[in-house]
DNA sequence: GCGCACATGTAAATCGTTACATGATTCG
DNA sequence: CGAATCATGTAACGATTTACATGTGCGC
């Protein structure tokens, strides 16, 4: 399970559930995503079979934390995910489906609406990945080509991001224009 | 949810749940995948709820089929599925959590080795999508503007298919050139 | 006769979300 | 003192996958 692989890679540096729900938020919410009690459940099950380590530790605000950390078993399993290839299948992108049925509206006008809605949002995550790369820039002179490891390959998937966003923005330009176009022809 | 409504989109024109299955397959898969047992048990579902009716009929090959199809009721649900604007928060990409942790591996090399097994599956993925446009063009005079509702909507998600693909296709690429950069700095 | 595509399902297990519960600290 | 953030969890429910079970018709 990809879950399991990502908590893995989080951990290499410690980390508590709440910590790691915060990842997801900053890092991750562009290609996936994870609830709170998942991943507390998900700790304790890697816990279990030893391939996170966890502890108590206080906390300067609010109550203790359990900090986990991936064993030498954990980054085993997570090395080995890798070796395995890229995984694929489990694309899932509602919106899409919802283009697809868009004829249901059966009104022209609903329909670019509805891809204007869309677009704006896409303008919106495509800014704010935008903005994460220009900061990142400025404030590290390795950037991007010198950064250590593990930012290199952050890095990397942050232009997927970006690239992905503008391939979209530029098919929904494509679309309103096309079904503003089918409007005319009424 | 997402697939509810994706099947009440689906059964529009009469359909048995393994004839869906063979549609996510051929037009779905990029964006969403469902197995037979939940496709089965959600029919059902949306059956009793009044959302689609079904009755069984009998096949030429094999056994008898069940067959379905959306009701009225069920139209005005997906109608209000896409008056309510975009749906996000599903995206799923594991093999882009992959890359972000491909420095584990700590082996640009091996980095390498799975970034090109991603693009050349990324590439087939892409031809695909590309012969079934061209085989549409070929066949419909039509295409792509002239299209009835339903065709013209499926060309669309089917350009943000390829549109996707080339910009991964592209990203991919450029990762390579930078990993293989990286490795020649050692 | 064997394997494949057709066709439908059940059972079990796991994954994932939502609602609920608890309590500390910090800032206004 | 109220709201926000930090921090962890349980319970219940629903979604999804995997393994198993069954049987037909067709082509080699």
Redesign the pocket.
């Known amino acids: ?4 692989h990502i908590l893995l890679g989080l951990a290499r540096t410690p980390a ?4 790691i ?2 990842r997801f938020r900053e890092v991750f919410s562009h290609f996936w ?6 991943i ?6 890697l816990e279990a079979d030893g391939l996170v380590r966890g502890h108590s530790e206080a ?9 986990y950390e991936t064993t030498r078993k954990g980054h085993a399993a997570l090395r080995a995910w890798l070796a395995a290839g890229p995984e694929f ?2 694309e ?1 992108l509602s919106y899409l489906a919802q283009v697809f049925f868009l004829d249901a509206l059966g009104d022209a006008a609903r329909s670019r609406a509805f891809l204007e809605a869309l677009l704006e949002r896409l303008r919106g995550e495509l800014a704010a990945l935008a903005a994460i790369e220009q900061q990142w820039a400025a404030q590290d002179p390795r950037f991007p080509d010198a950064l250590p490891d593990a930012d290199f390959h952050a890095h990397l998937t942050l232009r997927l991001g970006l690239r992905k966003l503008e391939a979209i923005v530029a098919w929904a330009t494509e679309c309103i224009e096309r079904v503003a176009r089918r409007e005319g022809n009424r």
Request: aromatic letters at 6%; charged letters at 35%.
């Open positions: 399970m990809a879950l399991d508590s559930g709440y910590d729900k915060a995503n994870a609830e709170l009690p998942q507390y459940r998900t700790l304790k099950r906390s300067t605000k609010g109550p203790d934390k359990r900090v299948g489990n899932r």
